[in-house]
Antibody, heavy 125, light 106 residues
């Protein structure tokens, strides 16, 4: 079964650091870009950034650039989303999602076909 | 690129035909996807490239449009279709989502 499995819920204090993970299985991990998507409580979906597992090439949304770090460890089919200093406004559900693309380069995505189950991050003093 | 979805909410009955629209602030060719999200669950891909049905998605879902204007149509609502629907442009970074349409039972 093709799936993305994310790490469990986190409760943190403002200013703390955090890394959450997303591990792929059931497919060749390097062949699909991965995106991260935020959903704040009761709100819509926001695209944060994407990473190519083959070479760790990253694009960030300007809204998130500089506040989060996206990385990958292709040896264990995992991608990560990291914060160095959390804010209360980071409280949200975070999803990873696999791209489907027009060609092998993956440069032009068509959509996100496989999603992780989500990681709830709560930041509160 | 901004993506505007309408309506933001919609009440309908089982068996109804419903249409949700998505408008992009500039042309995005056919680089648009539609998702369904149920409470407490991750989104599910319904259609990509504006009109291509994702594998396993019932044929009552259809999509159309290109350029700036797109529609998602559900031909005959089933009880399991009551959910929130999002469009997403994938023409350029950032891959913006619409604000969502909550489809509720009348």
């Amino acid at each position: 079964e093709v799936q993305l499995v994310q790490s469990g819920a986190e409760v943190k204090k403002p200013g703390e650091s955090l890394r959450i993970s997303c591990r792929g299985s059931g497919y060749t991990f390097n062949t699909h870009w991965i995106s991260w998507v935020r959903q704040m409580p009761g709100k819509g979906l926001e695209w944060m950034g994407r990473i190519d597992p083959r070479d760790s090439y990253i694009n960030h949304s300007p809204s998130f650039q500089g506040h989060v770090t996206i990385s990958v460890d292709k040896s264990i089919s995992a991608t990560y989303l990291q914060w160095s200093s959390l804010k209360a406004s980071d409280t949200a559900m975070y999803y990873c999602a696999r791209h489907i693309s027009m060609d092998d380069s993956g440069w032009q995505p068509l959509g996100f076909d496989i999603w992780g189950q989500g990681t709830m991050v709560t930041v509160s003093s | 690129i901004q993506v505007t979805q309408s309506p933001s909410s919609l009440s309908a009955s089982v068996g109804d035909r419903v249409t949700i629209t998505c408008r992009a602030s500039q042309g995005i060719s056919s680089h648009l996807a539609w998702y369904q999200q149920k409470p407490g669950k991750a989104p599910k891909l319904l259609l990509y490239a504006a009109s291509t049905l994702q594998s396993g998605v019932p044929s009552r879902f259809s999509g159309s449009g290109s350029g700036t204007d797109f529609t998602l149509t559900i031909s005959s609502l089933q009880p399991e279709d009551f959910a929130t629907y999002y469009c997403q442009q994938l023409n350029s970074i950032s891959y913006t989502f619409g604000q969502g349409t909550k489809l509720e039972i009348k």
